[in-house]
């Protein structure tokens, strides 16, 4: 096996550090305060789970913490996860609005998954947990 066959079975950097990421939280330093976090993810990808083709979609989180807040390099590294996922846009939007409750239990947590529109068909799927509180 040559060094470049070698260097090619070899998982890259990114591929190590994405299959080993986690969703980290840390302690909400304000729990008392009703507030709230927006992020906004421009690079999501999937694949269809239909013709295999890449879906490419915007995620925008907006959502009130409970005792932890989201870390935004594990939330970063947790969407580039599903790179090579066949997944659909509804499923997707929900299950990563599933992780993200388990993983830090908000009030209230909204995710819009902004599809890029595809044979003339745009896609946006809204998934919503818990109840809004005013701030």
Not at 9 to 31: H, M, T, W
Not at 88 to 111: F, G, R, Y
């Amino acid at each position: 096996m040559s060094s470049t066959e070698a260097q090619a079975s070899k998982p890259l950097y990114g591929e190590r550090v994405i299959a080993e990421g986690e969703l980290i939280c840390f302690d909400n330093p304000r729990p008392e305060r009703p507030y709230e976090i927006s992020i906004e993810l421009p690079e999501f990808t999937c694949q269809c789970p239909f013709s295999g083709y890449p879906d490419f979609a915007v995620l925008r989180l907006l959502y009130q913490p409970g005792p932890r807040v989201i870390e935004l390099k594990a939330i970063k590294l947790y969407v580039n996860s599903y790179r090579n996922c066949s997944i659909s846009h509804e499923e997707a939007a929900n299950k990563i609005l599933d992780d993200l409750v388990v993983a830090c239990d908000p009030v209230w947590m909204q995710l819009e998954a902004d599809f890029n529109p595809r044979g003339n068909v745009h896609t946006v799927v809204r998934v919503s947990h818990g109840s809004r509180q005013p701030c």
